[in-house]
Structure formats: C-alpha cells, structure tokens
C-alpha cells in the first residue's frame, strides 16, 4: 500500500494548488505560474521559431490563452505540460503566417545516419550546445520538425499531427533535417 502511494505522488501536479488558485481569480496566482514557467516556454516557442522576439509574442499569446482558459483545465495532465501544448501550438501558428510550407515526399528511401556518442559529460555539453548552435542555421522546415523530434520529444505521428502532414513527411523531413545539420557541423569542423 505504501508503494502505491509513493508512485501516484509522482504524477501530482506540484502547482496544483496555484492553478486552484488562478481558477478561481486570483491574480498573484496567475502571476506566480507566469514566473515559474515562462523562462522554460520562451525556450520552447524560441527553439520552434528562431526568432526571439516572435517567440516573446508567441509566449505572451500563450499565456493569455492559458489563463483565459484556465477553467476549462480539468487538471488531468500537469499545468507545465498543458501550457507547453498550447505554446507549441502557438508557435506553429507564427510560422504558418509566415507561410511555411512542407513538401510532401511520400515514399522516399533515406538511409540513417549513424550517430558518434560523445566520451564524457563535459564532451556531452559542448557538443549539445554546438549542435543547438547549427540547429538555427537549418531551414524553417528542417529546424521544426527536428526541434519538436529531438528538443521537445514528439514522435513522428505527433508531429504530423500538430503540422497536419503524414508520419512519413515527418520522417523525411527529419531525416533531411539530420542530414543538412550534419553537413553544418562538419563544415564547423565538428564531427
């Protein structure tokens, strides 16, 4: 019994009362969900949009979506993870104003590339960063789905769903994405 009650105390929502709270219209509430996540979702919106001040527009969007629909949140899912959704949503309706358009290549074969594991942690960091550096140089397209592959762990039917193209689109975006990017890196002389 006691087991059990340690495992579901893993799935609460630790801001489960500030959200109570924000239902209920309290604005310091609000205040304090807007301060504990919006540094992590300006992150998200940016790594989506490559620009920093539409990702600042995107987040504030999201926030007031957020809180203007606060009520109809049944808490069934953490805050953090709703929030996101909204925020990935938000951003994908900023590109497609920029009128970002995916080509459909049903059926092509790409090979995988394999992947080098780095040695060590410090190595691990370096590399990440680098990496995240080349990511913002890919093409819109590419950066998107390889942003919402890798940084935001969707899979490939998640991503078709949110962009409305086939799993197979995003499989063959990805794989293109991962092959521009490492062209990218080895001209950066990074392996």
Excluded at 2 to 8: M, S, V, Y
Excluded at 91 to 97: D, G, Q, W
Aim: with cysteine; glycine share 4%; charged share 30%.
């Amino acid at each position: 019994m006691q087991a059990d009650q340690n495992l579901e105390a893993v799935y609460v929502d630790k801001h489960y009362n500030l959200v109570v709270e924000c239902k209920q219209g309290s604005k310091k509430a609000c205040y304090e969900l807007y301060k504990l996540y919006s540094k992590a979702m300006l992150n998200v919106a940016f790594r989506i949009v490559g620009n920093i001040a539409e990702a600042e527009d995107v987040l504030q969007e999201a926030f007031l979506d957020a809180f203007n629909k606060v009520k109809d949140f049944r808490q069934d899912t953490t805050f953090g993870l709703w929030l996101k959704q909204i925020v990935v949503n938000r951003s994908i309706n900023m590109l497609r104003k920029r009128k970002l358009e995916l080509i459909e290549m049903e059926g092509e074969q790409i090979e995988n590339i394999a992947d080098e594991e780095p040695e060590d942690d410090e190595d691990v960091q370096y590399q990440a960063a680098r990496v995240k550096e080349a990511i913002k140089e890919l093409p819109e397209g590419y950066r998107l789905v390889i942003s919402l592959y890798l940084l935001e762990g969707y899979d490939h039917e998640e991503i078709g769903q949110i962009l409305n193209i086939s799993e197979n689109t995003s499989r063959t975006q990805f794989l293109r994405a991962k092959r521009k990017l490492i062209d990218i890196l080895k001209l950066k002389g990074i392996k």
